[in-house]
């Protein structure tokens, strides 16, 4: 008997609860379109989903998610965000002991996120801004232009000891699912600037605790209760990378971000036992 979930899966906390429920001793299935947007992430983590057709049950109604709390629900077994073990591998397994990049933020830059970065660079380098000059006037168009069609774009600023990201690569598929190159420029930083956007918490505060990197915060939520991590209004030059805390980070979200193995098995057992 296999389990199918009939999810769209367009969304991050879907594919990232789905992916965990692949990664069970259990056959799941999906449907073709959603498989479609696995394909990034099944170059790293080799086929996710069973193809040969048999008995299935939907347990689609055992998934569940709030991006607003956030929590994040699979066979009755609740955290606040579930991520699938291969991804917590893939960026551990970028650690090294030389981290280049002092802060970083990447993804994107909407007026409202470029004010806010502005104002942090001015804050501890007061002879450096932060402003998208007139001549990058065409660039921008062009990247708007590029968006507007479902074209990736990457633009790199570098500005005191910050470097920008700026990149809508997160926003669409395949790479909305698996993006490597993210990934892998986080574990080459110190620290990651985490500005809310419409929720105080997101996704790069985890993400950079399981890269190894320290989180810096403009606020306040139960995401962030038990981690050490730094604030916005701390300067910049009094900050250090701790190699202490940043194991300490990446444990505590292990445990309280994913789920063993062993425990999603038992869950999906009784599910399996109620429907046999």
């Not at 402003?131 to 570098?158: P, Q």
């Not at 209760?225 to 300490?248: C, H, K, P, T, Y």
């Amino acid at each position: 008997m296999s389990f199918f979930v009939s999810l769209p899966c367009r969304l991050i906390q879907e594919l990232r609860l789905v992916h965990a429920l692949a990664e069970s001793s259990h056959e799941v299935r999906v449907t073709k379109d959603a498989r479609s947007r696995f394909r990034k992430l099944e170059e790293l983590a080799g086929p996710l989903f069973a193809e040969e057709p048999g008995e299935v049950v939907d347990i689609s109604d055992s998934i569940s998610f709030c991006h607003e709390q956030p929590k994040s629900v699979i066979a009755g077994i609740e955290r606040q965000l579930i991520f699938p073990h291969r991804i917590i591998e893939f960026c551990r397994d970028q650690w090294r002991e030389e981290r280049p990049t002092e802060f970083l933020f990447q993804g994107q830059v909407s007026p409202h996120r470029l004010v806010q970065l502005s104002d942090w660079v001015r804050e501890n380098w007061s002879d450096k801004e932060l402003v998208f000059k007139e001549e990058d006037l065409l660039a921008r168009l062009t990247t708007a232009l590029r968006s507007s069609v479902g074209l990736h774009t990457t633009r790199e600023f570098r500005t005191g000891g910050l470097l920008i990201v700026e990149s809508n690569r997160g926003r669409k598929f395949p790479l909305k699912a698996w993006d490597e190159t993210y990934f892998r420029r986080m574990a080459q930083a110190q620290f990651v600037l985490c500005p809310g956007g419409s929720f105080t918490w997101s996704y790069r505060f985890v993400e950079a605790m399981f890269c190894g990197a320290i989180p810096v915060v403009d606020g306040d939520c139960s995401l962030f209760e038990g981690f050490q991590f730094f604030r916005w209004e701390d300067r910049a030059d009094s900050l250090q990378w701790d190699a202490r805390i940043a194991e300490e980070n990446f444990h505590r979200a292990v445990e309280r971000f994913s789920v063993p193995r062993e425990e999603l098995d038992a869950a999906l057992a009784r599910i399996q036992q109620e429907n046999s």
